[in-house]
């Protein structure tokens, strides 16, 4: 597992250098034969038994912000990368661009609210980041306009078997692909690490034009609405109930023949899974499948509650369940007749 | 030191009403520049250092700070809570905490996703009760560990920011502990001929309770009341007080006029930067319990710049803690040279 290195890096969407970087290693390391593309994919080539074309994809990139004014007074004004709730912004310790310059997004104290802006969150437009700088000059010599921010949240592991990391979605990917890469299967696949998926799935569409697969298995960090007062039929996907089986999202309806057929081999081969019931989000499947003349798709992911906030957290099971399934699935489709 | 002492003693716990459980952290750092240390019933911290005079001068600033009561254990381990102290709930959003049961446990507080949140419902200003701590075990393996009653805090380690600037939980009021341990230091190497007591009080977020008692058993004759105060952001009024620009020195009926020129005198004397801020009435600070100690005592209270109050991101300039600790050194210095009757007299 390769979580805890992969979601300490930063990698907002468009600036994915740390993890490309990371990843690059790993597969020198693995001794797997690799290439990047040119909008920065990582793609790495499996070599073995071969029936079909098969993808796995995983993207790098995460969710963060983006620096676009400093201020007279020296405080950094930003925008989000990708989907941010901002009420998950209020309080958070951030780090800026490649020099990793410290700051803070605050918010008013509490004793200076209105009754009606307790509780209340303020739209991105109304907050900043503050470095600690005393002027405009000092912050400019340290952060420009254009400086990709992360969220500064260590690895940590905690309760029955989970982690709270940033960026699970979808460095769990990332670190599933790590792992079946690392085991050298007799069958043939591509494990492609795909950048932009959070801005619109940019990179998965020149990553599946350049290698026209027969079967595109997308590896992702999902949805997981498993907290109190949220209904069972809205949960999406449990935590600790295994690997999430996708049948349809924003981005793409699955196959339904697939869908039966790899929850069938993961009975057969007893690795939990469950079925991710919400059809909100999207992924890099739904460029996949329209690539050239189409491609057959399937999602597996592990379920992260608070997905796209600094605090995500996910089970270890569910992740070792996906590393099982995803492994099976392309050893069965290599099988042949 | 100053910077050591502020992301060790941050890092701890000491919310209002369980200040008994890290004291050790202030003795370490006080020991050195104090004689005793005496607790009263409440549970303030005194560090007396004795003085060749009769007079006693009491320093006060509050080791409480806010934090996280658990009210209910619910299915799937997540737990209810209220504040202890006044916190906004959009600051707890996606914070990790420590949890302060039978043992110390990690948690997050985590919200529903953008897909079962209406736009409407978003729109809507959260209360505590919204918001749920997940610790990840189960409801029978949580309830072996934490009780009702068991405290949490927002977990954030210290960040040092550029310059002398730092952001951590709980600066409110450890900046003004800080204050107390700079003016130690200091009057360590000039010595002093009054009863200085350092004073580190409890339960100040929950309504200034530790100062009656502390106040009563020392019995001061001035008290010098150390806190934070509201620094400068972009979305503050351009006259309020900034960071690095000195303590702020508060004007209004709470606080004694002569002895608050005084101290003005002496730091525009000595070149202190100073700030000020008129506070009329109620000032939400050890001085109201102070003033009406016993037959009254003469306050002044003096505030180090603070951004983001009561969030786990508070900021200050480390400068103005050392100007303020130095300045109330010569302060101190300055009275024992003078005479106090005659200073106070109305």
Redesign the interface.
Do not use: W
């Given at each position: 597992m390769f979580l805890k290195e992969l979601t300490e890096l930063s990698g907002v969407a468009g600036c994915e250098y740390e993890v490309r970087d990371y990843i690059k290693s790993k597969l020198r390391e693995i001794g797997c034969e690799f290439y990047v593309d040119k909008l920065g994919n990582v793609i790495a080539h499996n070599k073995g038994r071969k029936n079909k074309t098969i993808m796995v994809a995983a993207h790098m990139d995460e969710v963060g912000l983006i620096v676009k004014h400093i201020?007279s007074?020296g405080?950094i004004k930003f925008d989000a990368v990708g989907?941010i709730?901002q009420?998950?912004l209020?309080?958070?310790?951030v780090l800026i661009g490649e020099n990793k310059?410290?700051?803070?997004?605050?918010?008013?104290?509490?004793?200076?609210?209105t009754q009606?802006?307790?509780?209340?969150?303020l739209p991105i437009d109304?907050l900043?980041i503050?470095?600690?700088?005393?002027s405009k000059e000092?912050t400019e010599k340290?952060v420009s306009v254009g400086d990709y921010v992360s969220f500064?949240?260590d690895y940590?592991e905690?309760?029955?078997n989970?982690i709270?990391a940033k960026a699970l979605d979808d460095r769990a990917g990332c670190s599933v692909i790590l792992e079946l890469l690392s085991m050298k299967l007799d069958a043939d696949f591509y494990g492609v690490f795909t950048v932009m998926e959070e801005v619109g799935l940019r990179g998965a569409v020149t990553a599946a034009y350049q290698l026209e697969p027969d079967f595109g298995l997308v590896l992702e960090g999902t949805?997981?609405?498993?907290?109190?007062?949220?209904e069972d039929h809205?949960k999406?996907t449990i935590i600790g109930k295994g690997a999430a089986l996708s049948l349809m999202d924003n981005t793409t309806v699955y196959d339904i023949d697939i869908v039966r057929n790899i929850a069938k081999i993961a009975e057969e081969k007893n690795i939990q899974y469950q079925y991710r019931t919400?059809s909100?989000?999207g992924n890099d499947a739904g460029v996949i499948h329209k690539s050239k003349e189409g491609a057959k798709v399937m999602s597996i992911s592990v379920p992260c509650?608070?997905?796209?906030?600094?605090?995500s957290?996910a089970s270890k099971d569910d992740y070792n369940n996906v590393v099982k399934l995803a492994k099976e699935i392309i050893l069965e489709s290599q099988k042949g007749e | 030191m100053l910077k050591e002492f502020l992301f060790d003693i941050c890092s701890e716990q000491f919310v209002a009403g369980f200040e008994h459980l890290n004291g050790h952290i202030l003795t370490k750092y006080f020991e050195p520049y104090t004689d005793s240390l005496e607790k009263d019933n409440l549970g303030s911290y005194i560090f007396k250092a004795k003085g060749t005079n009769e007079r006693k001068i009491m320093l006060a600033a509050h080791i409480d700070e806010i934090g996280l009561m658990v009210t209910k254990i619910?299915?799937?381990?997540?737990l209810s809570f209220t504040s202890v102290g006044?916190?906004?709930?959009?600051?707890l959003?996606?914070?990790?905490v420590t949890i302060f049961g039978k043992e110390n446990?990690?948690?997050?507080?985590?919200?529903?996703?953008?897909?079962?949140t209406s736009e409407e419902e978003?729109?809507k200003?959260?209360?505590l009760k919204d918001l749920?701590i997940?610790?990840?075990?189960?409801k029978e393996?949580v309830e072996k560990i934490v009780k009702v009653g068991t405290i949490a805090t927002?977990k954030?380690e210290a960040?040092?920011?550029?310059?002398s600037?730092?952001?951590a939980k709980a600066l409110d009021d450890r900046a003004g502990v800080a204050v107390m341990l700079e003016t130690a230091k200091e009057l360590k190497k000039i010595s002093h001929k009054s009863n200085i007591y350092y004073t580190a009080t409890v339960q100040e977020e929950t309504g200034q309770r530790g100062a009656y008692a502390s106040g009563y058993k020392i019995n001061p004759d001035i008290a010098i009341v150390l806190e934070v105060g509201?620094g400068k952001?972009?979305?503050?009024p351009s006259h309020s007080p900034g960071?690095?620009k000195g303590p702020i020195v508060s004007y209004g009926g709470r606080f004694n006029p002569k002895l608050t020129k005084k101290f003005v005198e002496i730091c525009k004397k000595y070149n202190y930067p100073m700030q000020y801020e008129v506070v009329p009435a109620r000032t939400?600070t050890d001085a109201e319990a102070l003033q009406i100690n016993r037959e009254g005592v003469p306050c002044i209270l003096l505030s180090i710049p603070l951004?983001?109050?009561?969030?786990?991101?508070e900021?200050v300039?480390l400068a103005d803690i050392e100007i303020t600790g130095k300045a109330i050194a010569r302060f101190i210095n300055e009275l024992d040279n003078s005479d106090l009757e005659e200073i106070l007299c109305f």
């Open positions: 201020d007074d405080f989907g709730d009420r998950v209020n309080s958070k310790a310059i410290a700051g803070v997004i605050g918010s008013k104290a509490v004793h200076l609210m009606e802006e307790r509780g209340k969150s109304k900043y503050d470095i600690g700088s005393t000092e340290l500064k949240s940590v905690f309760g029955n989970l709270k949805v997981c609405a498993d907290m109190p007062e949220v809205n999406s919400s909100a989000g509650r608070y997905i796209h906030s600094p605090v957290v | 619910l299915e799937g381990g997540f006044g916190i906004n709930p959009a600051s959003v996606a914070q990790e446990i990690f948690g997050v507080i985590g919200i529903k996703p953008p897909h079962v978003r729109k200003p959260l209360k749920y997940d610790t990840g075990y189960t393996e927002v954030r960040i040092a920011l550029q310059g600037r730092i952001s509201f952001t972009p979305d503050m960071l690095g939400g951004r983001y109050m009561h969030t786990s991101v900021t300039d």
